[in-house]
C-alpha cells in the first residue's frame, strides 16, 4: 500500500518547480515591506527625536507607525499561508523558509537606505517597496484550496495548472485537495471543543512557547532601538555604519 507521502510524491513528479518557485518570491516581496517597517526607525532614531519629522505632525507619524504595523503583522499569517497552498510537498519545506529570509532582507535595507540618503527619501523608498510587491503579485492566482473552498472548481484547475505548468494533470492533485477539505468540514468543530483535546493543547504550548521566548529574548527592541545602544555605548565608529 502506497503511503501519503509516496502518492504526493506521484501527484507532483511531473510537475514544474519554476512557476511555484517564482510565486514564493512575489508573495515573499512583502515580507521585504514587512522587514522595512520594523527596521525603519533604526537608524534615524536620533533625528526623529530633534524633530526631523519634515513637516510631518507626530499624530501622522503614530498613527502610520500603526497601520503599517498592522498590515504588516497581518502579512506575516497571509504570505506563509498562500505559499504552503501553492507548493508541492517536497519543495514547501523551502518555499516557507523565503518569508523570514526575505524579511530579514527588508530589514538590511532599512539600515542601509539612511547611509546615503535624507529621512524623506528613506522613507520614500521604504513605500516603493509594498508597491513593487502589489505589481508583482496582483498577477498570482488564488490558491487552488482556496477556491475549491468557495466551490471554483474550474477556476482552481486553472489555477493549480499555472503553478504546475501545462503540461501537467492536475485532476488526481485536485481530487486530493478536495478529500483533505471534506475530511476537515467533516471533523470540523468549534475552537472551544479542539482546545480541550490533549494533542492541540500540546500544539498549543509548543507554539505559544516559541513565540514567547523568541520576543522574551528581545528580539524586536534590538532591532528598533540597536542605533541608539551603540549611541549609549559611546563608540566613536558611526553609528549607521556599525548597524550594518
Not at 67 to 88: K, M, R
Not at 217 to 231: H, L, M, R, T
Request: net charge positive.
Amino acid at each position: 500500500m502506497l503511503t501519503k507521502e509516496n502518492q504526493d510524491q506521484l501527484l507532483t513528479s511531473g510537475a514544474l518547480k519554476q512557476p511555484q518557485y517564482v510565486a514564493a518570491i512575489s508573495v515573499c516581496l512583502g515580507a521585504v515591506a514587512a522587514g522595512t517597517v520594523l527596521g525603519w526607525t533604526s537608524n534615524i532614531n536620533v533625528d526623529l527625536e530633534l524633530g526631523k519629522f519634515n513637516n510631518i505632525t507626530k499624530q501622522i507619524y503614530v498613527a502610520g507607525r500603526f497601520f503599517t504595523g498592522l498590515a504588516s503583522g497581518s502579512f506575516c499569517v497571509s504570505a506563509p499561508l498562500y505559499t504552503t497552498e501553492i507548493s508541492e510537498a517536497d519543495i514547501r519545506g523551502g518555499l516557507g523558509s523565503f518569508f523570514q529570509l526575505f524579511l530579514t532582507i527588508g530589514i538590511l535595507l532599512a539600515y542601509t537606505f539612511p547611509l546615503v540618503y535624507s529621512i524623506a527619501l528613506h522613507s520614500i523608498l521604504c513605500a516603493i517597496i509594498p508597491l513593487i510587491f502589489g505589481m508583482v503579485f496582483i498577477v498570482q492566482p488564488e490558491t487552488p484550496i482556496h477556491l475549491l473552498r468557495n466551490g471554483k472548481d474550474h477556476m482552481a484547475r486553472i489555477s493549480l495548472q499555472k503553478f504546475r505548468g501545462k503540461h501537467y494533470d492536475v485532476e488526481a492533485e485536485i481530487s486530493q485537495m478536495k478529500a483533505y477539505i471534506e475530511e476537515n468540514q467533516k471533523y470540523q468543530v468549534s475552537t472551544i471543543a479542539t482546545m480541550k483535546t490533549r494533542a492541540a493543547q500540546k500544539a498549543f504550548l509548543i507554539c505559544f512557547s516559541l513565540m514567547f521566548f523568541q520576543q522574551l529574548a528581545g528580539i524586536n527592541a534590538v532591532i528598533f532601538y540597536k542605533g541608539d545602544k551603540f549611541e549609549a555605548s559611546g563608540i566613536e565608529m558611526k553609528v549607521n555604519m556599525l548597524l550594518l
